[in-house]
Nanobody
Framework: VQLQASGGGEVQAGGSLRLSCQAS????????MGWYRQAPGKQREFVAS???????NYANSVKGRFTISRDNAKNTVYLQMNRLKAEDTAVYYC???????????????WGQGTQVTVSS
């Protein structure tokens, strides 16, 4: 399984970026796809997820600014990030996991990360 994240870069506060993560080696449409991020000196934190039915979930810190979506035909998950803030600066990782009934998703596969830097 490979998850290839792209789309990171440097942007000024208030700007936008769109991250992409293309998956291979798994049945993409069945997996829950997530985005996490890790800022320097901090633990990795959840950003957003989308399940096979298209149901989304967001961290409170990004609600209303970020949108996660998926294109099963392209085996790709996206993270549209608008109104970026300096505190959004981090390495962003995509992840894939099989859904589990009655339990949180377990992300089994992770991408390599893409750097997002927001300058104020």
């Amino acid at each position: 399984v490979q998850l290839q994240a792209s789309g990171g870069g440097e942007v000024q506060a208030g700007g936008s970026l769109r991250l992409s993560c293309q998956a291979s080696g798994l049945i993409f449409r069945l997996n829950v796809m997530g985005w996490y991020r890790q800022a320097p000196g901090k633990q990795r934190e959840f950003v957003a997820s989308i399940n096979a039915d298209g149901i989304t979930n967001y961290a409170n810190s990004v609600k209303g600014r970020f949108t996660i979506s998926r294109d099963n035909a392209k085996n790709t998950v996206y993270l549209q990030m608008n109104r970026l803030k300096a505190e959004d600066t981090a390495v962003y990782y995509c992840a894939a996991g099989a859904p589990r009934i009655g339990a949180p998703v377990s992300y089994d596969y992770w991408g390599q990360g893409t750097q997002v830097t927001v300058s104020s």
